[in-house]
């Protein structure tokens, strides 16, 4: 199995890295539709790369680090770092022999696009796509914002009915704004796309007001 790993880090997050994680996220989603697991994202720390950030970084339970993309700041960049993740999870899927030599020698030979990340893409399908991330980028901010007050003021958990009301219109404004940049795609997954990154949002969400979630946030951030 492959990790792909999207920095979470106060650079990262800053450059659009939270973004970054929900459109990766969604992405990957689509290319497993219902498959067996193969890829695996997860959130990650600050690797001291801020300065070409958002990074995503493609890796091996056992070899490690396999490739890593840097100015992941847009959905047509995200693209392509899942398209090259796809394409790696087949080729150490292969043999043993074909990921020992891709964990020693990296991604020599993988057949990366030639294209520019959106050159294949029509302008409207660009402007659908610079929206959704403006919207992914403010959805993210929102999250990351209640995620911080809650840490802060824990005792707003123990409150259900507050909390509820709290998360109901956190999830109705987010929402929103996703269905509005939503609107301006005109592809066919357009409409498979919004529904996975709603569902998405409102678990993320909901997990912001879970208490041993918010417990165990604490308890990491005051470890590092």
Not at 17 to 22: D, K, S, V
Not at 49 to 78: L, Q
Not at 144 to 173: F, T, V, Y
Request: hydrophobic share 30%.
């Amino acid at each position: 199995m492959l990790i792909v790993e999207v920095c979470q880090g106060p650079d990262c997050t800053g450059l659009g890295g939270g973004a970054a994680l929900l459109e990766i996220e969604e992405l990957i989603q689509e290319k497993q539709n219902g498959e067996r697991r193969s890829l695996c994202l997860v959130e990650g720390g600050c690797r001291d790369f801020c300065t070409v950030g958002p990074n995503v970084h493609i890796r091996h339970r056992k070899h490690g680090s396999i490739e890593s993309f840097n100015h992941v700041s847009d959905s047509s960049k995200c693209d392509l770092a899942v398209q090259n993740a796809v394409v790696l999870e087949a080729s150490v899927g292969k043999s043993d022999k074909q990921t020992t030599t891709i964990g020693v020698m990296g991604v020599m030979g993988l057949p990366k696009s030639s294209k520019s990340p959106g050159s294949h893409q029509s302008m409207m399908a660009r402007r659908a796509g610079r929206m959704r991330w403006e919207s992914l980028r403010n959805i993210s901010r929102t999250l990351a914002k209640c995620k911080k007050d809650i840490n802060n003021e824990s005792n707003i958990l123990d409150d259900s009915e507050k909390c509820q009301r709290k998360m109901n219109s956190l999830k109705e404004g987010m929402l929103k704004a996703l269905s509005s940049s939503s609107g301006a795609e005109l592809s066919d997954r357009a409409e498979r796309r919004r529904e996975r990154l709603s569902k998405n949002i409102s678990i993320r969400l909901e997990k912001c007001f879970e208490k041993e979630y918010s417990d165990d946030d604490s308890s990491d951030e005051s470890s590092d």
